[in-house]
């Protein structure tokens, strides 16, 4: 799945719970985003979850999340946009 893919969707119900909570993320919903990655209980979860808290600027929270999900955290210079794609591709 491409970025603009999920991005286009209007029922997100037939994903993976992390690619719906990436989808949410894209609608500015983020407590649902964040409900739905915890909820996925996995190592992809456990990578969206991480970006979300970079996202909201909690990098201690983050990098716990990184940690679990056999993740480095991204140096802060990369575009939290840019983040989402990555993500979206790694989970496609």
Same mark, same amino acid.
């Given at each position: ?38 909820? /996925? &209980? ?7 979850? +991480?970006? !979300?808290?970079?996202? #909201? ?5 983050? %990098?716990?999340?990184? /940690? &679990? ?7 802060? +210079?990369? !575009?939290?946009?840019? #983040? ?5 591709? %790694?989970?496609?």
């Amino acid at each position: 799945m491409k970025p603009a893919d999920l991005k286009n969707l209007t029922d997100p119900s037939n994903l993976s719970l992390p690619l719906q909570a990436l989808w949410h993320d894209a609608r500015g919903e983020w407590e649902r985003a964040h409900e739905a990655c915890q909820q /996925a &209980r996995s190592r992809e979860g456990d990578w969206v979850h +991480a970006y !979300l808290h970079r996202k #909201e600027g909690d990098l201690g929270n983050a %990098g716990y999340w990184y /940690a &679990r999900a056999g993740r480095p955290m991204p140096d802060p +210079a990369v !575009l939290f946009e840019a #983040e989402w794609a990555d993500i979206v591709q %790694g989970l496609a």
